[in-house]
């Protein structure tokens, strides 16, 4: 198979991994949706509720605000200052963009390595999140979803960098480390 052929199915892999991501983020909103409605009107019309929603829609909270995290890093669309690289030339910018590449891939990966020793620990005491569900269970995508972002940065810094070493940035038009080529 030839090279184009390779990429091809490389971005067919993403891009199912992507709406993977996408379905699986769909459903854990979908039982927020769901379930919070229903507790309320379980309370408010019977002064009655189902005990583990409560506990169940914070960990859906937690999960949401992670995968839409991870979902956000994708296209590097997570809160940034964006000011200085309308600054600098476009030489400059990627090379600022591949040091915050670095930096958030540092820290995300520090975030998962760390968090996956807590949901470790959690493992180890059986510790339980509500209703005998375990609460490493609960907490597993702490690690995944920091892991996933530092990932996602890490190749975003190699395909920047490769993308920095190609087109050296001469060319005016500014590199953008998280798609690799210049700027649509």
């Known amino acids: 198979m030839n090279a184009s052929g390779e990429g091809a199915e490389e971005v067919g892999i993403l891009r199912a991994l992507h709406r993977l991501e996408d379905i699986f983020l769909a459903l854990l909103l979908g039982m927020m949706i769901v379930l919070a409605p229903l507790q309320i ?50 030489r400059v910018a990627s090379m600022l963009g591949i040091f915050t590449s670095i930096f958030t891939a540092a820290v995300a990966g520090l975030v998962s390595w760390h968090s996956w020793r ?22 597993v995508v702490i690690p995944m979803a920091f892991g996933f972002i530092a990932l996602r940065y890490g190749l975003r810094t190699v ?20 798609t690799g080529g210049g700027a649509p």
């Open 118 to 139: 807590f949901v470790a620990d959690e493992w180890e005491f059986g510790s339980v999140a509500f209703s005998g569900v375990p609460a490493w269970m609960t907490e």
């Open 159 to 178: 395909a920047g960098i490769k993308s920095l070493l190609a087109d050296g940035g001469d060319d005016g038009e500014p590199v953008s480390p998280a």
């Open 41 to 90: 009107f379980l309370r408010n019309f019977f002064d009655a509720g189902i005990g583990w929603i409560d506990p169940f829609l914070r960990v859906l909270v937690l999960w949401v605000g992670l995968m839409g995290a991870v979902a956000a890093s994708r296209a590097d669309r997570h809160i940034h200052i964006d000011a200085a690289s309308k600054l600098l030339s476009p």
